[in-house]
């Protein structure tokens, strides 16, 4: 039968997705696993589903408690999982059925105490593989020293490194334990990555396994966000914890210098957010390909994506005057119909005819080719009108002055 594994699943005002998440844990392929849904003061009838969905699978239990936050929900499961291993998944995402097979196989296999899995990204019908990461494959000692070279991003900067999430891991239970206890309740921005940082630090081994198992899903109300008056007090509580973990490793200089590169992100999130403007139009994150387009003459722009890339694409092509977007299409155009961007459906691409060329704003590689072969196969686009380079980061250019 196995070991068994527990998966804790936090529940916060999720009515409309929780069924889906708790049926493809229930319909995993490694069958002898607990089930904790912990209700953190539902209001919205997640709570009541939580016992309905308890009373059709006896592996799930049910807890319910006065709205305390994700860390302590996840505290709360912790306190009463019995398994060997512990996974977590969040209540509005779901897995694919062979996720804790393939996780739990490869811990057994390596001997390691974390294994880490890749993830897709879900708006909506639209599902796109996580961008690339500095390393996703292999088995690594603690002695290797390659964990902490690819903690945050890889040592140039150039890739995102290790994700820094919960739940697309499976942990031994001692390691989890040890490190979510570590994490302040009051924490509630990033708040995994002082875990998961932690144990991928102390554990003598970690199996990366370059399989898309877990989808993180992404709704429409986080098209645009809020200000939030105390969003600085929340990266100031994470980083002062995040700090404190890596002072005390032995690369601590190497690790703290990529953390506050991270830091630079969240504080110019921040100014956007706080500024009341859609997130990246303040301060970009991304910046277009200037150089190709001035070198190939490229004036009259159709920009193709309205995500975090495509709204600072957007905003530097106009601030910019050198540029004109002749239209903006996106997938998803019906869910910025409110937002004050005309934004349209990308077949409307055939009745435009006076365009330099199509530039794609993502920076995930694999969408990028399905948008390219979508342009040509589909809506008849010239492959010389297509255009996509990896978007330039701004922090980049920052580092370029100095």
Not at 16 to 22: F, G, H, I, Q, R
Not at 40 to 63: F, K, M, N, P, Q
Not at 246 to 256: C, R, V
């Amino acid at each position: 039968m196995g070991d068994l594994i527990s998966v804790i699943v936090p529940v916060y005002n999720v009515n409309n997705y929780l069924s889906k998440c708790v049926l493809s844990i229930c319909n995993q392929t490694y069958k002898n696993i607990q089930i904790i849904l912990v209700d953190d003061g539902s209001y919205d009838g997640s709570e009541v589903l939580c016992d309905e969905l308890a009373a059709t699978d006896s592996r799930i239990t049910v807890i319910h408690q006065h709205n305390q936050g994700n860390t302590a929900a996840r505290n709360t499961g912790l306190a009463i999982a019995k398994g060997k291993y512990i996974g977590f998944v969040d209540s509005d995402d779901w897995i694919e059925t062979n996720m804790y097979e393939v996780l739990y196989n490869n811990l057994l296999t390596s001997k390691a105490q974390v294994a880490v899995c890749r993830h897709y990204y879900d708006r909506g019908d639209i599902i796109q593989k996580e961008s690339d990461r500095s390393i996703v494959s292999g088995i690594y000692d603690k002695e290797d020293g390659v964990i902490e070279h690819n903690l945050i991003y890889s040592d140039d900067f150039s890739l995102r490194g290790i994700s820094p999430a919960l739940w697309d891991k499976l942990f031994e239970r001692d390691i989890i334990l040890k490190h979510q206890a570590k994490v302040n309740v009051n924490t509630i921005l990033a708040e995994d990555d002082i875990c998961v940082y932690s144990a991928l630090l102390d554990a003598g081994k970690v199996v990366l396994i370059n399989e898309f198992l877990y989808h993180y899903c992404r709704r429409n109300e986080s098209i645009t966000q809020k200000k939030d008056e105390l969003y600085f007090e929340k990266i100031t509580l994470f980083y002062t914890q995040m700090k404190k973990v890596f002072e005390s490793h032995k690369e601590k200089d190497l690790l703290i210098s990529k953390l506050n590169r991270y830091m630079i992100r969240y504080i110019i999130r921040g100014m956007n957010v706080n500024f009341g403007f859609p997130y990246g139009v303040v301060v970009p994150f991304f910046l277009p390909p200037y150089k190709y387009m001035i070198d190939n003459d490229i004036r009259k722009i159709i920009l193709y994506g309205a995500g975090d890339v495509g709204m600072d694409y957007h905003r530097s092509l106009i601030v910019n005057g050198a540029f004109e977007i002749v239209a903006w299409v996106d997938k998803r155009w019906r869910e910025f119909e409110d937002s004050g961007y005309c934004i349209q459906n990308p077949k409307d691409i055939r009745s435009v005819s006076d365009y330099d060329a199509i530039l794609i704003a993502t920076d995930n590689n694999d969408l990028s080719d399905k948008i390219k072969q979508y342009l040509i196969n589909e809506l008849g686009v010239h492959p010389q009108k297509v255009i996509y380079e990896k978007p330039e980061l701004f922090i980049n250019t920052l580092d370029e002055k100095k």
